[in-house]
């Protein structure tokens, strides 16, 4: 047995737990950068939040000029905010390209260099600037995880910097701040959620030695992360269509909340898979939302991999709440499969990758470089050449599921 377990120094989880973030900034300094974004920042919730930071935080700078992906641009911008204000802590307020960029704000507030020095894995040398992360969507799971996923101009796809140090050391998880989130980004972030819990339980297992823990951050699945992925997907399974629907439906936003967190801690571990490898370079090239991606590529993805997972699918169905007790793995699988298809219908995600202005010439392409994102391709179940790459892309332009 060789395992590890990573997260925040304190996760706090529940409606109106955001009155605590002015004491916990203020615990872990005196001079505090705010990123967030200019949407958030005139909601009379992140507002309030700032006005209340500044309140109890000696020094206050806000940077509120986050923008999708995380362009360099940001952090270059980011970094010379927090400069200016000598920031001992940082907060970020925001979905995940907010809290994504935080974290590589603290990196090179602490060591210097560009975000260039830090891809890959576990590059970051040591401990950052003390950062407090809280979400207002229920997607990314950034609050909790070691990685931050950047845009790079000179670049054909996203890329990550992943380290252990890079977990935020406090992560406040409050539903009331997702109320507001529009439709189109609660399914996006949403889906997003379900396939971290899908691909988490679904990713190879992997053989470890004694000192894979530290030089690795994603590790393949194991008996943890698995508990975590399926009740992630549980919640996320019975609520992600209705909070679409109403996004007024406190219930359900709980359950996004704690979906979207089991969710990050399971694949904080396991690590995600090929949708998430095969969304980079298509998200790059099309400039669609991340989460629209990987919705669309992850039942193709299981699809190609079903021989090997067909046991995991056929207890996603039941979890999901399919009444699959009769049927065999084979059927069951069948139906866990047809129930992703009508859900990601159901909250509006594209069925093909024509639909989103993928050019079938190209998937080659993206397929090879997708290969290339060894730390999530490593753990998709299934054959992982560029041929296999290929053809899962193929069936998802057209539409094509066996």
Same mark, same amino acid.
Do not use: I, W
């Given at each position: 047995m060789l395992e590890t377990v990573r997260g925040p120094r304190q996760l706090i989880v529940g409606e109106g737990v955001a009155q605590n973030i002015p004491r916990v900034v203020a615990e872990c300094g005196s001079r505090a950068l705010i990123v967030t974004d200019r949407v958030l920042l005139g909601q009379p919730g992140v507002a309030g939040i700032v006005a209340a930071v500044r309140e109890k935080v000696e020094v206050v700078g806000v940077f509120a000029d986050a923008t999708p992906d995380?362009?360099?641009t940001d952090v270059a911008l980011a970094v010379s905010a927090a400069a200016e204000v000598d920031a001992d802590v940082i907060l970020a307020v925001g979905g995940g390209t907010v809290i994504d960029l935080a974290k590589i704000v603290g990196v090179i507030r602490c060591h210097g260099?560009?975000?260039?020095?830090?891809?890959?894995?576990s590059k970051v040398p040591g401990p950052t600037t003390p950062l407090v992360a809280v979400p207002t969507t229920s997607g990314t799971g950034s609050e909790l995880t070691p990685v931050s996923v950047l845009t790079d101009p000179d670049r054909a796809l996203k890329v990550g910097v992943s380290s252990v140090h890079i977990v935020p050391d406090f992560a406040i998880v409050d539903p009331e701040l997702t109320y507001t989130c529009p439709a189109t980004v609660t399914a996006h972030s949403g889906i997003d959620a379900f396939c971290h819990a899908v691909e988490s339980y679904t990713a190879r297992p992997r053989a470890h030695g004694p000192r894979d823990p530290v030089e690795q951050v994603f590790l393949g699945r194991n008996p943890v992360t698995d508990h975590y992925a399926l009740l992630a997907a549980e919640r996320i399974a019975r609520s992600l269509p209705h909070v679409v629907r109403d996004g007024g439906d406190k219930d359900a936003r709980a359950d996004m909340s704690y979906g979207s967190m089991l969710a990050g801690l399971a694949f904080s571990h396991a690590g995600n898979a090929a949708p998430h490898a095969l969304q980079y370079p298509i998200g790059a090239?099309?400039?669609?939302?991340?989460?629209?991606?990987?919705? @669309? @590529?992850?039942?193709? #993805?299981?699809?190609? #991999?079903r021989d090997a997972i067909g046991d995991r699918l056929a207890v996603l169905a039941?979890?999901?709440? @399919?009444?699959?007790?009769? #049927?065999?793995?084979?059927?069951?699988?069948?139906a866990f499969l047809t129930w992703l298809d009508g859900l990601l219908a159901g909250i509006g995600i594209p069925p093909t990758l024509a639909d989103i202005g993928v050019a079938r010439a190209d998937l080659p392409r993206f397929a090879e470089l997708a290969s290339g994102v060894t730390r999530l391709i490593q753990n998709h179940p299934g054959p992982t050449d560029t041929a296999s790459l290929t053809a899962i892309l193929e069936a998802a332009w057209l539409g094509d599921r066996r």
């Open positions: 995380v362009p360099l260099g560009t975000p260039r020095d830090f891809y890959g894995e090239a099309t400039h669609t939302p991340h989460g629209l991606g990987v919705g @669309l @590529l992850l039942p193709y #993805a299981l699809d190609a #991999a039941r979890v999901c709440g @399919l009444d699959v007790s009769d #049927a065999s793995d084979a059927e069951a699988a069948d």
